[in-house]
């Protein structure tokens, strides 16, 4: 059974300040997927990676891809309280057997920034 | 272009009961993956549905069926419904064929809870 380790599984941080998500699994993923989810809403997906030591910016977002695809990181500059919420990270492992098809979830990260 | 819709957005029902949950994908979207969200307990992968074929399915009991239409909808079937049934499903949906890295968007989902 392939899992997803996610941290920190809390973050509360001042505006203006920076942080860093992390996912960790011991299996190697065909992909990877960040989701930001709202309360009583689906995920909205953030960013796919798919090659080993790939970096993803989009605005204050930083996503790197592990050269082993095994870990992810997300990071975030100059948070704001608008990225106030529920951060997924979600492992795709490839084809055949019990993992075919499915997205491994991480535990979620749920990050509150302070004005 | 519509993402993924879900219907209802809520239901509630007792002990007992049986529930049906309603998806339509993103057109030209073939797959359909159905997913748990109960409280502590993160997302949780139950079904995969592509081209109107079970392709994998999760850790869940019988009770939990579904089916996948012609024109791709598909529908969530729980019956027996049990108290720890209460969660936010989710349906997701993504270009089909290997569901490999196949990148899944989600819908709002549909809050059940029984009672």
């Known amino acids: 059974t392939q899992l997803l380790e996610q941290s920190p599984q809390f973050l509360s941080i001042q505006e203006g300040e920076n942080l860093t998500v992390y996912c960790n699994s011991s299996s190697v993923f065909s992909s990877l997927q960040w989701y930001r989810q709202e309360p009583g809403e689906g995920p909205v997906l953030l960013v796919t990676?798919?090659?080993?030591?790939e970096v993803k910016k989009l605005k204050r977002l930083t996503f790197q891809f592990g050269d082993a695809r095994k870990d992810s990181s997300l990071h975030i500059t100059a948070a704001q309280p608008g990225d106030t919420g529920l951060y997924l990270c979600a492992g795709a492992f490839g084809a055949g057997g019990t993992s075919y098809g499915k997205l491994t979830f991480g535990q979620g990260t749920i990050l509150t920034v302070h004005p | 272009e519509a993402g993924v819709t879900q219907s209802p957005t809520h239901l509630i029902k007792t002990r007992g009961q049986q529930a049906t949950l309603r998806c339509s994908p993103i057109?030209?979207?073939?797959?359909v993956y159905w997913y748990q969200q109960a409280l502590g307990l993160g997302l949780q992968f139950l079904l995969w549905?592509?081209?109107?074929?079970?392709?994998n399915r999760g850790n869940f009991p019988p009770r939990f069926s579904g089916r996948q239409f012609p024109n791709y909808s598909s529908e969530l079937n729980v019956n027996a419904l049990e108290l720890e049934d209460s969660a936010l499903y989710l349906c997701?949906?993504?270009?089909?064929?290997?569901?490999?890295?196949?990148?899944?968007?989600f819908g709002p989902g549909t809050r059940l809870l029984v009672l």
């Open positions: 997701a949906s993504s270009l089909g064929l290997a569901g490999i890295g196949e990148t899944q968007y």
């Open positions: 549905y592509d081209e109107g074929e079970e392709r």
């Open positions: 057109s030209g979207h073939t797959s």
């Open positions: 990676v798919v090659t080993g030591g």
